[in-house]
C-alpha cells in the first residue's frame, strides 16, 4: 500500500499535465487561460526532476553518497563551504538567473505561443537541466576546477583554449545585446532613463554605508535602497512630465550608447564595493522577488492569452527576427531552454559549495528548471497582451513606420487588428509617448507584466508605476550583468593575453588593466553601436549571434559531457547528453550557417553585403545609409558578424572533432580513464 | 513555533547573503576555532571585504 500511493500520485500529475498540454496545443481560435501553460509547465518539471533528473543521477552518474566534496575536502569556511541545499539551491539560481530567460520567449512570441511552449519545456528537460547537472557533478569530482580547465584536461590542451577564446567571444556578444536590450528600453524615455541613472547615487550611497558606516550589514541598506529605488520610479514620473527637466533624461540611441559604453569602462575598473557589489545586492534581491512576485500575478490574475497559438509567421517571414521555424527558434530561445552559459557557473562557485554529490541534481537540474519556469512565464507575459500591440512594440520602424496610424494600418493588414487608438492609450497607461518599434524584448516584457500586476495591486492608475518598476528591474541586472561581464572578459583577456605576453596575466598591474578592460569595452561597444544604428532594431542581428554562440557553448559542454560519460566506461548511457548534443549541434551549425551564407539578405550577412556592394557600385544609398561611405560601413559590418559567426562554428566543430578523438581514445582503453581526482585526498585546485 | 519562526528567518537571511555570494560568517568562524586554533579568524568587516573582492575578482561574470 505504501509504494502504491505515491505512484498513483505520480500517475495523478502525469495526467493532469497531459490534459493540460492537449488543451495548450490543441485550442486553435479561442483564447485559452495562462494557467494551463503553468499546469503544463509544473507537471513536466516535477515529472521530469522524479524520473529523468533522478535517473541520470543514479544509473548514468552513479552519484556516490560517501565521496567526499571539494567543499568537505578543502572546507575553509571561504570559497570551499559545505552549504545547506536548499541554500545553496538559491545561490546557484540567482547566480544563472538574468535577462536570457525573459526576453528570447518575448522575441519568440511572433510565432504564437505553442512553439515557444514546447520547446522552453523539451528543451530544459532533455538539454539545458542535463547540461548543468552534469558539468556541476563533473566540475564537483574534480576539485570544482571551470569549464576552460575541465575542457584542457580531459580533451587536451588545445581545445582548453579554443573554449576560453570561444568564451570570450561568447562574452562579447551577450554584453554588446544586453547592453543594446537597455538602449532600446530607454530612448527617448525621460521617466526610464531617469529611473536607471538614479540607481547609479543610489548604489555608491549604499557601498559608502557597507565600506565605512556599518561594514557588511546588507539587510538594512538593501531595504533602504529599495525604498529610494521606488521613490525614483515615483520622481521619474514627475520629471517625464515636467516640461523643464524631461529634456536632460531625453536621450536617443546614440547618446545612450557613449554612455553606456564609458558607464562600463569607469564601473569595471572602479573598486567593486563602491558600485559593483551594492548594485549587485539591490539587483539580485529585486530580481528573485519580482520573479516570486510576478509568478503569484500569473496565479492570481490567471490572464486570458491573446497570441494565437500559432501565427502564420511560423514561415519565417516574421517582423521581429526573420529565420524561419528551425533552427531560428530554437536559438531564439535560449536560456530558459538551454544556456552554454551555464557551464561556467556550474563550474564556478556553485561546485565549491556543494556538501554532498546527492544534492546536485537538486541544484543543476532543478535550478535550470525554475528557470525555465521564468521563461514560461515571460512567454505568458508577452502572450496577454493584444497582438496587435505586441507586433507594433517589436517590429522594427523600417517596417511600420513611425505613427500610431501607419504601424496600426501596416499590422491590421497581417491580420492582427489594431486601432490607432489603442496604441496611443497603451503608451498613455505605461507612462509613455510611444510604444512603436521598442524592440529587445524587455520592454513588451514590461507592458505584459504591467498587465498582470496592476490587476492584483494598484489598479490602471498604477500600470505606469508597474511598467518603469520592469524596466527599471530588468536594466538593473542587465547594468550588473554588463560591468561584472567586462571585469570577467578583462580577466578572461589577461589570461588568453598572458598565454603570449605574460606581463598581461598580472590582473593586479594598472596599464595591464586599463588595456584589457579598453579592449573588451571597445569590443562589445562596437556591436552595441551598430546595433543600435540599425534600422532593422540591431536585435534582429544581434540576438540570433548570441543565440547561436550560446547554444554552442551548450554544445560544447555536452561534448565535455559525453566524453567523460564516455571515459567512465558508462557509454551505454551516453545517449543522454549525445541526443542534445547531435540536436543542438544541428541547430547551431544550420543557423550559424544560414546566417553567413544564405542567399536573403534578410537573413545571409555576405548576401546582405552582397545587395549593399551592387547598390553601391550603381551609385545607390539604402537604408540605413546616407551617404557612401555609411554604405561602406554597413558592408564592413556584415563582414565582421559573418566572421564572428564563421568563428563560432569553428570553435564549435573543432571542440567536437576534439571530442571525437577523446572518445575514441577512451573507447579502446580498458579501464576508465576519466581524470576524476581521488575519492579521499586531492591535489590543490587552481582556478581561473 | 516561535522558535522555529526564528530558525527559519535565520535560514532566510543565510539563503539571501548566499545569493550575493556571502557565506555565513558564524560558520567560518567555528572552522577556523576547531580545525586551525592557532589561527585568529578574521573580524567581520575583514571577512566581508574578502568575500565581495573574491566573488568580482575572477573570471565568471554574471549570467545572461
Known amino acids: 500500500m505504501k509504494s502504491v500511493l505515491p505512484k498513483l500520485g505520480w500517475v495523478a500529475l502525469a495526467v493532469l499535465g497531459a490534459i493540460s498540454l492537449a488543451v495548450v496545443a490543441l485550442s486553435r481560435g479561442e483564447s485559452i487561460s495562462a494557467l494551463w501553460i503553468v499546469t503544463a509547465a509544473i507537471s513536466v518539471y516535477l515529472i521530469a526532476y522524479r524520473y529523468y533528473a533522478l535517473f541520470i543521477a543514479k544509473r548514468v552518474l552513479s552519484v556516490d553518497a560517501k565521496r567526499l566534496t571539494p567543499a568537505v575536502k578543502y572546507n575553509d569556511g571561504l570559497d570551499y563551504v559545505p552549504t545547506n541545499k536548499y541554500i545553496l539551491f538559491g545561490h546557484h539560481f540567482a547566480a544563472i538567473a538574468g535577462a536570457g530567460p525573459l526576453v528570447g520567449p518575448v522575441l519568440a512570441a511572433q510565432m504564437g505561443y505553442l512553439p515557444g511552449v514546447l520547446w522552453i519545456l523539451a528543451g530544459v528537460v532533455f538539454a539545458g537541466a542535463v547540461q548543468d547537472f552534469m558539468v556541476l557533478f563533473i566540475s564537483t569530482r574534480r576539485d570544482g576546477r571551470s569549464l576552460g580547465d575541465l575542457i584542457k584536461s580531459e580533451l587536451g590542451p588545445i581545445p582548453g583554449v579554443i573554449a576560453l577564446f570561444g568564451a570570450f567571444m561568447i562574452m562579447v556578444i551577450i554584453l554588446a545585446v544586453l547592453a543594446l536590450i537597455v538602449v532600446k528600453a530607454l530612448t527617448d524615455s525621460p521617466w526610464g532613463a531617469f529611473t536607471v541613472a538614479a540607481t547609479i547615487p543610489i548604489a555608491i550611497l549604499m557601498g559608502i554605508y557597507m565600506r565605512f558606516i556599518r561594514p557588511g550589514h546588507i539587510g538594512e541598506i538593501s531595504i533602504v535602497g529599495f525604498v529610494l529605488l521606488m521613490g525614483a520610479i515615483l520622481l521619474g514620473g514627475q520629471v517625464a512630465a515636467s516640461p523643464t527637466w524631461a529634456p536632460y533624461f531625453t536621450f536617443d540611441g546614440k547618446q545612450l550608447t557613449w554612455m553606456l559604453i564609458g558607464y562600463g569602462f569607469v564601473a569595471s575598473v572602479l573598486p567593486v564595493w563602491l558600485l559593483l557589489a551594492p548594485r549587485d545586492y539591490l539587483s539580485t534581491f529585486l530580481k528573485i522577488g519580482t520573479i516570486l512576485g510576478l509568478a503569484v500575478g500569473i496565479f492570481i490574475v490567471s490572464p486570458q492569452l491573446q497570441m494565437p497559438a500559432l501565427t502564420k509567421f511560423v514561415d519565417g517571414t516574421g517582423p521581429v527576427w526573420s529565420g524561419s521555424l528551425f533552427p531560428f527558434l530554437f536559438i531564439t530561445i535560449a536560456c530558459g531552454a538551454v544556456s552554454g552559459f551555464h557551464a561556467l557557473i556550474s563550474s564556478g562557485t556553485t561546485p565549491k559549495l556543494l556538501e554532498n554529490e546527492t544534492h546536485a541534481p537538486l541544484i543543476g537540474y532543478g535550478g535550470m528548471l525554475m528557470e525555465s519556469f521564468v521563461a514560461i512565464m515571460a512567454l505568458v507575459a508577452a502572450s496577454c497582451i493584444d497582438p496587435g500591440v505586441y507586433f507594433a512594440m517589436n517590429s522594427p520602424a523600417a517596417v511600420i513606420g513611425k505613427t500610431a496610424v501607419e504601424a496600426s494600418q501596416v499590422i491590421s493588414q497581417w491580420g492582427f487588428v489594431v486601432t490607432p487608438d489603442v496604441l496611443t492609450q497603451t503608451a498613455a497607461d505605461v507612462g509613455e509617448k510611444t510604444i512603436i518599434s521598442r524592440a529587445g524584448g524587455a520592454p513588451t516584457l514590461a507592458v505584459g507584466m504591467a498587465h498582470i500586476l496592476h490587476q492584483v495591486v494598484g489598479g490602471k492608475a498604477m500600470m505606469a508605476f508597474w511598467y518603469h518598476f520592469a524596466i527599471l528591474f530588468e536594466a538593473l541586472f542587465i547594468l550588473t550583468a554588463v560591468d561584472a561581464g567586462t571585469r570577467a572578459g578583462r580577466f578572461m583577456l589577461q589570461d588568453l593575453l598572458g598565454t603570449f605576453v605574460p606581463h598581461f596575466k598580472r590582473t593586479e598591474a594598472l596599464v595591464p588593466n586599463l588595456v584589457a578592460t579598453g579592449l573588451c569595452v571597445t569590443a562589445w561597444g562596437y556591436f552595441l553601436y551598430q546595433g543600435v544604428i540599425d534600422p532593422l532594431g540591431g536585435i534582429n542581428t544581434l540576438w540570433p549571434l548570441f543565440g547561436v554562440a550560446n547554444q554552442m557553448l551548450a554544445a560544447v559542454a555536452l561534448v565535455l559531457a559525453t566524453v567523460v560519460l564516455v571515459k567512465m566506461k558508462r557509454q551505454r548511457y551516453a545517449w543522454v547528453t549525445v541526443v542534445p548534443t547531435v540536436w543542438l549541434l544541428a541547430c547551431t551549425l544550420t543557423a550559424g550557417w544560414m546566417k553567413v551564407f544564405d542567399a536573403s539578405p534578410k537573413v545571409g550577412f555576405l548576401s546582405h553585403a552582397a545587395k549593399f556592394s551592387a547598390a553601391a557600385a550603381r551609385g545607390e544609398v539604402l537604408a540605413p545609409a546616407k551617404s557612401v561611405e555609411q554604405m561602406q560601413q554597413v558592408i564592413f559590418n556584415d563582414y565582421v558578424d559573418a566572421t564572428l559567426c564563421a568563428i563560432f562554428i569553428f570553435v564549435v566543430v573543432s571542440i567536437t572533432l576534439f571530442g571525437i578523438r577523446a572518445i575514441v581514445l577512451a573507447l579502446r582503453s580498458d579501464k576508465p580513464t576519466a581524470k576524476e581526482v581521488d575519492y579521499g585526498s586531492g591535489v590543490a585546485t587552481q582556478v581561473f | ?64
Open chain 2, 1 to 64: 513555533m516561535f522558535k522555529d519562526l526564528a530558525r527559519m528567518g535565520e535560514y532566510l537571511g543565510q539563503a539571501a547573503r548566499m545569493m550575493v555570494g556571502q557565506p555565513d560568517y558564524d560558520t567560518y568562524v567555528q572552522h577556523i576555532r576547531t580545525t586551525h586554533p592557532e589561527r585568529r579568524p578574521m573580524s567581520y568587516e575583514e571577512f566581508f571585504r574578502e568575500r565581495q573582492e573574491a566573488r568580482f575578482g575572477g573570471a565568471t561574470g554574471k549570467c545572461c
